[in-house]
């Protein structure tokens, strides 16, 4: 279990996803992401990419952003510019959401950390549609040289 | 990630000539199936687990049972880092294993000891 200044489960759960967004980006993307306190807003057509835990954990883990920070992370990741329409832009969201979700998953306990994660899909539908279906939720909102994206996980 | 991982070896320094990409276990069996005549086979074969259609330990027991590019090393890349999957790997023939994140440096670290010396 990591240590935290406040263990509640709710914490928990936050503190390790914070981490694991932070570890993902220092070690793949070579910056530092840090989380925004309060709600922020997204601007909308945002892109969204999604990984589902089955077996010890049901849920989801969703990663969502504007279009314009989707390309300024792929590029980021890629270490190339991105060209209109550019399905690597897709790739590199889905790629980032299964980092985190992974990451997060792996500080898990036993028998938690068990669980499977599925491979990420990649949408324009927004978070329409999603609300109401897992019972807890956490949300968070991160920003690395100003550009914002959300993460939700969902149970 | 293939590009990503494409990326981190040539930033270790590797000079890759020639890289065969498939996005899932069964493009990538067809890949070893349609390369296996080349005077110059694959010097290594990298792998995540999570992939659609045919996962990267799916690949593994597959490509063991074929006989597909017998001897070249593989190493799996991947977020799935519990000790269970990790055995299986390597039962299934997996040399090394490398948990996303990483950093171009623990690629070069895992990679270029498996490589064969041209």
């Known amino acids: 279990m990591l240590a935290t200044e406040d263990s509640t489960p709710q914490n928990e759960i936050v503190n390790r996803l914070d981490s694991a967004v932070s570890e993902v980006f220092e070690m793949m993307l070579e910056r530092s992401c840090d989380p925004l306190d309060g709600d922020v807003s997204i601007v909308d057509g945002r892109i969204m990419a999604r990984i589902q835990f089955t077996g010890a954990i049901t849920g989801e883990c969703i990663l969502y952003a504007s279009q314009a920070t989707a390309e300024v992370t792929a590029e980021a990741l890629l270490g190339a510019v991105s060209q209109p329409c550019d399905p690597m832009v897709d790739d590199a969201i889905g790629e980032l959401c299964n980092m985190i979700a992974g990451g997060w998953k792996n500080k898990l306990e036993h028998p938690q950390a068990s669980c499977l994660i599925s491979v990420p899909a990649v949408t324009r539908e927004g978070l329409v549609g999603l609300e109401g279906k897992f019972g807890t939720k956490f949300s968070r909102t991160y920003s690395f040289q100003g550009n914002v994206f959300g993460i939700l996980l969902a149970f | ?118």
């Open chain 2, 1 to 118: 990630m293939r590009k990503v991982i494409e990326r981190a070896l040539r930033q270790a320094g590797l000079e890759l000539t020639e890289v065969l990409q498939a996005s899932n276990g069964e493009e990538a069996l067809q890949a070893l199936r349609d390369d296996g005549g080349k005077p110059h086979p694959l010097a290594l074969i990298l792998s995540d687990i999570n992939m659609p259609i045919m996962d990267g330990l799916q690949f593994l027991e597959q490509r063991r049972d074929e006989k597909l590019a017998v001897g070249v090393p593989v190493v799996m890349i991947t977020t799935e880092g519990s000790e269970p999957l990790v055995l299986r790997a390597i039962s299934a023939g997996a040399q090394g294993y490398i948990c996303k994140p990483f950093t171009a440096e623990q690629v070069k670290a895992r990679v270029l000891p498996l490589l064969r010396v041209a």
